[in-house]
């Protein structure tokens, strides 16, 4: 069954960038829906943005203009840039994918906005 690979997380100082990728170990084509969460200690899991196969996306308010989700299915990846980072986004960030229900995750990749 397709697993999921999150990287490009670290400590980026306030303003900064980074960008996320999930590697699928199978084909996404199919997939019919893929999304970045993000969980900090102590709190619940949010989504940050979701992406269907057709290439439309959603995102959460706090990220609005500054996160860009996107899909290459060729490539079997989702990305997720992060750009003007503010140091509330700091979470774990994990890639999921399903149809009706999200039933792919990933193991997740720390993200630290500090300065």
């Known amino acids: 069954q397709v697993q999921l690979v999150e990287s490009g997380g670290g400590l980026v100082q306030p303003g900064g960038s980074l960008r996320l990728s999930c590697a699928a170990s199978?084909?996404?084509?199919?997939?019919?829906?893929m999304g970045w969460f993000r969980q900090a200690p102590g709190k619940q899991r949010d989504t940050v943005a979701t992406?269907?196969?057709?290439?439309?996306?959603n995102y959460a308010d706090s990220v609005k203009g500054r996160f860009t989700i996107s899909r290459d299915n060729a490539r079997n990846t989702v990305y997720l840039q992060m750009n003007n980072l503010k140091p509330e986004d700091t979470a774990v960030y994990y890639c999921a994918g399903g149809g009706r229900r999200y039933d792919i995750w990933g193991q997740g990749t720390q993200v630290t906005v500090s300065s």
């Open positions: 992406i269907t196969s057709g290439g439309a996306a």
């Open positions: 199978g084909s996404i084509f199919s997939i019919n829906v």
